[in-house]
């Protein structure tokens, strides 16, 4: 069966080989695209957002960026509100109603640790080094260290998927090239036992 399998594979090869290679290059040729395109881009970053055990790593990772820049823009010398402005641009689309809200919160005159709770854009850890700078009139240095400390979770967080990820990837290849192997050398056995 795996040498009918082997044939019938390179039957097809033979008759419809000039279109099985160019639907592949047309295939690639839409990754291409898709990937360099600046929409489709942020369309697969927001399906990479709502997978699970993506989106919270992600979330954390925007969220590190974003209070790095606004913290960088504070301890340059803009005022929270403007950096908050200006940072936006650096969140993904699904994220920047927040920035948004978050905004709009300082300007109706809540103090930074609400605005940011309230508009759900802190995590537990942010929310109270934000408190803390808010106490100590410094949240631009407490933002930097909140992106810090996420930063460092996020790398934590992929150096574990990568020892998991290492050894289920090889076991993949090693049981695809067993499988190539058994079904190369299975005729070769059949044919053997049939001269015998």
Known sequence: WSAQLMVAW???LRQHGGLMALGALAFGALIVVAIGSRHWRARLLEIVLRW???????RT???ARWYRTIGMLVAGGVTLPEALALAEPVLPASLRKGASLTALSMQAGLAPSQAFDGAGMATPVASQLIKAGERSGDVGVMLLRAALFHENEVARSLEKTMRVLEPLVMTLVGIGVGVIVILMYLPIFELASAIQ
């Open 10 to 12: 390179a039957n097809l």
């Open 52 to 58: 699970g055990p993506l989106a919270s790593i992600m």
């Open 61 to 63: 990772y925007h969220l």
